[in-house]
């Protein structure tokens, strides 16, 4: 994306970036110590089911985020399937990332090392749906063709909260469902209906394609405060969208990543992107939802004055959806961008790439835009600004504060100052030297 920017408008140049202490946010579930064996114990649960027999095809749903462990995990499920006599086949289950094409969605894969040579089986990307059915209002239910053509259907996903809406049931094997293998017809539809579309209509949805799409199953990751795998479970069919999701959706919520500080004038976060989150950046963490019909005051999380992004990360391929959740970006992520593939994303969003579909202001580089954020915050003082520094929304367990946050890093027993004080490198990203 080429732009042509007048930075003078937005110039501080009496603004001194500040120093930064680093500081490790200690609170972690620890992770899974052996991953391979819990995915192949909750995909030998799945051949249980009857509808796995020998020589049924099964469709594997993978989807777009950048799960810990994503490619071991989608390995040894498929291997087990294989050893248990099934023929398995992995199908994206991304609605309409990849810019709504089935090659983009193949790419996706590929970045994460889902591809037919590591996962050894093949990988059928389409964005062909078929309707199976409706509501009882007669609202539309779409499946993915090669989903809707095998003999069962196994989803591998990431239980956690949504960054758009709270309800039971959020993200997780029931909205891979509804949406992921509704391609982009399915996540049209819903999302059409904005929050109350997600809040409601996705889980009936998915309970529904359950049924109708010979769903027998699923793989659910959670992980931990680090973004790194805590637990696989199995969820039988009858636990998708039900009381055994529920459940660990609750538990994901309790070890999801958040800030590690209430109130923060300037938060800095090195990289954002659909790998990271649906919206680029968690809006649990930002503390910010921007959505027409889900007020701010309901939503959880920190109070931040300025937000301000750095750049998008590879593995987004250039879609930077949710980039309004920023004040501030940095020319170096607009060129980043792939507007096509961004606005493609918004537009099936709806209501959640209305207001996040904007573009913030854009300045020439990072310390401009720090600088900035700095000088229209708010702070009279601007030696007493909140600056917090986060790698990406993700990567919350490392951080960098200025001077005002010190005191309180210090008093507290969640927090340890490993290093500083230190020039704040804006080119070095956050952890890369710790």
């Not at 579930?29 to 064996?37: I, K, N, S, W």
């Not at 601007?382 to 005002?404: D, G, K, M, W």
Request: glycine share 12%.
């Amino acid at each position: 994306m080429q732009l042509t920017i007048n930075t003078r408008a937005f110039d501080f140049p009496d603004i001194a970036l500040p120093e930064v202490w680093t500081v490790r946010y200690l609170t972690e579930e620890p992770p899974l110590q052996d991953v391979g064996a819990s995915a192949r114990a909750a995909a030998r649960s799945l051949l249980d089911d009857p509808r796995m027999k020998p020589g049924a095809s099964v469709a594997v749903g993978v989807g777009s985020r950048g799960l810990d462990n994503l490619p071991v995990i989608v390995r040894e499920v498929v291997s087990v399937l294989v050893d248990g006599g099934v023929r398995p086949f992995i199908v994206p289950a991304m609605g309409s990332h990849g810019g709504a094409t089935a090659e983009g969605q193949r790419g996706i894969l590929a970045g994460y090392g889902v591809t037919e040579d590591a996962m050894g089986v093949p990988i059928r990307a389409t964005m062909d749906v078929v309707q199976l059915g409706a509501l009882d209002d007669g609202y539309p239910i779409y499946f993915d063709r090669y989903a809707a053509e095998a003999d069962a259907v196994v989803v591998v996903n990431r239980i956690k909260h949504h960054t758009d809406f709270k309800g039971p049931i959020e993200s997780g094997l029931c909205k891979m469902c509804a949406i992921g293998l509704g391609k982009r017809q399915g996540a049209d539809a819903i999302h059409r209906f904005g929050a109350d579309g997600l809040r409601h209509i996705m889980p009936e949805v998915g309970r529904r394609l359950v049924q109708a799409g010979n769903v027998v199953g699923g793989v659910a990751i959670i992980e931990n405060e680090r973004g790194r795998t805590a637990s696989i479970e199995h969820v039988p069919a009858d636990g998708i969208g039900r009381a055994q999701e529920q459940a660990l959706l609750e538990r994901a919520r309790r070890i999801a990543p958040r800030l590690a500080f209430d109130n923060v004038d300037v938060l800095i976060v090195d990289e954002m992107g659909k790998d990271i989150s649906g919206t680029g950046m968690d809006t649990h963490v930002l503390g910010r939802v921007r959505m027409p019909s889900v007020p701010e005051t309901e939503w959880d999380g920190p109070n931040t004055r300025m937000v301000v992004a750095l750049g998008l990360t590879d593995r987004t391929h250039g879609n930077a959806a949710g980039l309004g959740l920023a004040d501030i970006v940095t020319r170096r992520l607009m060129e980043q961008t792939d507007l096509a593939v961004t606005c493609t994303n918004h537009r099936t969003s709806q209501e959640g790439g209305a207001w996040r579909g904007g573009i913030p202001i854009v300045l020439e580089d990072a310390e401009s835009a720090v600088r900035a954020a700095i000088g229209m915050c708010g702070r009279g003082d601007r030696t007493a600004v909140r600056v917090v520094r986060i790698r990406n929304t993700e990567a919350v367990h490392l951080l960098q504060v200025s001077a005002p946050l010190l005191d309180e890093a210090r008093a507290r027993n969640d927090l340890e100052v490993v290093a500083g004080p230190e020039p704040l490198n804006l080119g070095v990203p956050v952890g890369a030297t710790t």
